[in-house]
């Protein structure tokens, strides 16, 4: 795929966070961009502020309601995106409930069962279904493309084992559906974000004293995304993990700062 300017794509929670970043980065290339979240109105992490977001950096930002713990409403999502578009080129699967309260440290056996469906349900399940109601749009497409967004937690331990589940849930499926998806000569690769300042974690830093100078920005991971996306070999690392800190050397990256965050993650798998 090469420009991206005028491509739909679609990003699913994109409120906040990592998803916020890929819109933003996508709008940056002039996409047409479908946010999705169960939060709107007016403010900062809402659906409808990424959109407008989305438009203020160069693109269209469109947003659509959609809790993507219920089949019905993922379904309905992409109906009415099909009503408006006649094809989906890029598909960024991003969708994640953090629990309440976080499942960081401890055992399984102290968090709730629930800790399951919003780690595994609302990320490897919700991913499957995007993904099965966007195919024949993406079919219709002539350069379609999928990102799903996992993290180094599918490879070595981070913060719960329903996490680690999950993540590694998806580089498999993802891997798989790069098999499946190849005759139709569409891609689809997985996204290995490190240490991001998602609004969550600056939350967090603030009470634990956490260190998040060297971390990615979400625009950041975005731009890493939007560079894989345009990238001539993108064919070639189908069913593959892409490290953003790889990405961002690749493709000589920076931040909406103008820096490029150093820290990486030294578990590779």
């Known amino acids: 795929m090469a ?16 998803g916020k970043g890929i819109a933003l980065a996508l709008g940056e290339q002039g996409c047409t961009v479908y946010i999705t979240g169960r939060t709107t109105g007016d403010g900062d992490l809402t659906i409808d502020t990424s959109a407008r977001m989305v438009t203020e950096a160069g693109g269209e930002g469109r947003a659509i309601q959609c809790d993507h713990g219920v089949d019905a409403e993922i379904e309905a999502l992409f109906q009415q995106i099909g009503s408006e578009v006649e094809c989906i080129d890029i598909l960024v699967n991003n969708v994640y409930k953090i629990p309440s309260p976080p499942a960081w440290g401890g055992g399984y056996w102290d968090h709730p069962i629930q800790v399951w469906d919003d780690q595994v349900g609302i990320r490897l399940r919700a991913h499957y279904v995007a993904s099965w109601h966007a195919a024949q749009l993406m079919f219709a497409s002539e350069s379609a493309a999928m990102l799903n967004v996992s993290s180094p937690g599918g490879q070595s331990y981070h913060f719960s084992s329903s996490y680690g589940a999950g993540k590694s849930g998806l580089d498999r499926l993802t891997k798989d559906m790069a098999h499946e998806l190849e005759p139709k000569g569409i891609p689809a690769v997985v996204l290995y974000p490190g240490s991001v300042s998602t609004e969550f974690i600056q939350a967090a830093a603030k009470e634990q004293e956490m260190d998040l100078s060297q971390s990615q920005t979400p625009l ?5 995304a939007t560079s894989l996306l345009m990238s001539d070999d993108l064919m070639a690392r189908t069913g593959t993990i892409q490290w953003v800190e790889d ?3 690749e493709f000589d990256l920076k931040d909406e700062n103008g820096s490029r965050p150093t820290q990486r993650y030294a578990a590779r798998g």
């Open 3 to 18: 420009g991206l300017s005028g491509k739909v794509a679609v990003v699913t929670g994109s409120s906040r966070g990592i």
């Open 247 to 249: 990405l961002v050397e």
């Open 220 to 224: 950041l991971v975005g731009r890493a």
